[in-house]
């Protein structure tokens, strides 16, 4: 674990909720003088039980911290002291999510650099959120993207959920990094070989995001054992 500090937040919000949050700042944390990073993390589905302390969270925690991130995990609406209802279809999670990231815009100086990285189902609203204004860079890091249940995940939202991964895409301040094993349990390789394709075809051209897309054999869904440096080593790549 590398070295840093961490404060724990009651964060509220323009959308009427109160998150319940943990600021991770980096050993090197800069002054207001100077510029700085930040990533929001986003966990898998609260409906079963999802929350901001989620191992995998914990992997991509690390490795941006040695990036020189400053780290913001939360509980998402209804889960832990965070207020609110869990939505169904993921809309006004999506919603608080933007909030989020105005509030730590607002809240750390000078940041040049936001990553939105979700996890299973918090992939499918960390994609919701769109590329920011210049001068600050995006990035979307999607780990572990919920193909196969994505439907009921949305409460069958599915087409709005393609379009919106399709708008980032399509933007070419965007950077995506699409993380995923070939034995994940709920998505069969067959279908993330379909759906990856689809991706880049939407990429193809001139002025486009660019999509990284990280594969990892015999890797599950929950990133166990080995699957853990995998996990940090595509992050660390791809994150700048």
């Given at each position: 674990m590398p070295p840093s500090s961490s404060e724990h937040l009651t964060i509220p919000l323009s959308t009427g909720v109160e998150?319940?949050?943990r600021l991770h700042k980096p050993e090197n944390a800069r002054t207001s003088a100077s510029t700085n990073k930040i990533a929001i993390c986003l966990h898998p589905w609260s409906w079963l039980g999802g929350r901001?302390?989620?191992?995998?969270?914990?992997?991509?925690?690390?490795a941006l911290l040695l990036k020189g991130y400053h780290v913001l995990r939360y509980n998402s609406r209804g889960v832990g002291r965070s207020t609110g209802r869990a939505s169904f279809t993921g809309l006004a999670e999506?919603?608080?999510?933007?909030?989020?990231?105005r509030w730590a815009l607002g809240q750390i100086p000078n940041v040049t650099n936001v990553a939105i990285v979700g996890y299973s189902h918090g992939s499918l609203i960390a994609s919701l959120h769109p590329v920011l204004e210049p001068p600050v860079q995006t990035q979307h890091i999607l780990i572990s993207y919920?193909?196969?249940?994505?439907?009921?995940?949305t409460l069958f939202k599915s087409s709005h959920y393609t379009a919106k991964l399709s708008d980032l895409l399509r933007d070419p301040r965007g950077r995506v990094l699409i993380v995923h094993g070939d034995n994940?349990?709920?998505t069969s390789a067959g279908s993330y070989r379909t759906w990856v394709?689809?991706?880049q075809k939407v990429t193809?051209?001139?002025?486009?995001?660019?999509?990284?897309?990280?594969?990892?054999?015999?890797?599950?869904h929950f990133?166990?054992?080995?699957?853990?440096?995998?996990?940090?080593?595509?992050?660390?790549s791809f994150a700048v």
């Open positions: 998150l319940e949050a901001m302390t989620d191992p995998v969270l914990g992997i991509v925690k690390d999506g919603e608080d999510l933007e909030a989020l990231v919920p193909l196969g249940p994505r439907g009921w995940l994940d349990e709920f394709e689809e991706l193809q051209g001139e002025a486009k995001a660019q999509l990284a897309i990280s594969l990892f054999p015999g890797v599950s990133w166990h054992g080995l699957g853990q440096k995998d996990l940090e080593d595509a992050i660390a």
